[in-house]
């Protein structure tokens, strides 16, 4: 799960990780498929973010959650 307020600063080039959701969710998913591509284990599926979509420490407008 990738919740941005439980991400301390900095994280992706923010101070306060919940007012940058969007930053936070791809840098979070390109770590994870650096990671899925470098097991020496076969990864069979794909990978998918469940998102924060409630207010914690920020209150999250509709464009920011279709971001």
Not at 11 to 20: I, K, M, R, S, T
Not at 41 to 55: A, E, R, Y
């Amino acid at each position: 799960m990738i919740y941005p307020s439980h991400y301390r600063a900095p994280y992706a080039g923010c101070q306060n990780p919940v007012l940058c959701p969007y930053a936070v969710v791809n840098k979070t998913m390109k770590e994870g498929a650096d990671i899925m591509a470098s097991s020496t284990t076969p990864v069979i599926g794909k990978s998918q973010p469940w998102l924060q979509d409630f207010n914690l420490g920020a209150i999250y407008t509709a464009d920011m959650v279709r971001a």
